[in-house]
């Protein structure tokens, strides 16, 4: 149960990072928008979305679970239902709620993996919880990321990624009580999750990033897409890392 605390620790570690680079430079932290979305984006791609379909028997039914993913942060967004703040004309940042809700999901999925891989070895849970550690790290810097641009204070932001966090030790306890119903459906969760992922980053934070760019030099623009390409290769890595 502890290590199912992993990517709530790497949430941390990539929470302070995130905080000082806040404080000493406002401008490159605002860059990290462009890491968020690439993150976000390839992690959803490459990394949920293969594993959904590896963990299925009927690839043609994943695309719709995506569609839901993406339809449940559309209607939540249009339904007013959580924060959401606005800048002028045009609403800047994306669905808190739904940065939440799929870090849940994917975090619950994240602490079953390493309860199921204890069940089996306990070597191999102990691996399984490493590699979560070093997968959650970046993408956690880019929810937190988020959440910042969203107008949250750091302690409140912090707060929010540790809920989100705590939700892996629940995904552990289920690997123990009830996984069976967890792992006939973790195809779908994954997928679900990967639709909710693409749609913040490609509704929400590329068009800010968009909107940035067009107010700096070209070699600023240079640097912006540098950060997003960076932000691309974490899934691509992770996914290699499969």
Known sequence: MALCLTGGVASLVGAGVIILL?????????KLTAFAAGVLISVGLLDLLRESLEHTSSAETIP????????FVFFLEKSGLWFHHHDGDHGKHPSILGVLSGDMIHNFIDGFAIGAAFLIDKNAGIMTAIAVALHELPKEMADFMVYLRAGYSNSRTILLNMISSAIAVVGGLSAYSFGWFVEKHESGLLAITAGMFLFIALSDLVPEMHEEMEKVNKRSKLVWLLIFVIGLSVGVISSSSH
């Open 22 to 30: 806040k404080e000493k430079n406002k401008s490159l932290s605002e």
């Open 64 to 71: 719709y679970y995506v569609l839901g993913g993406i339809l």
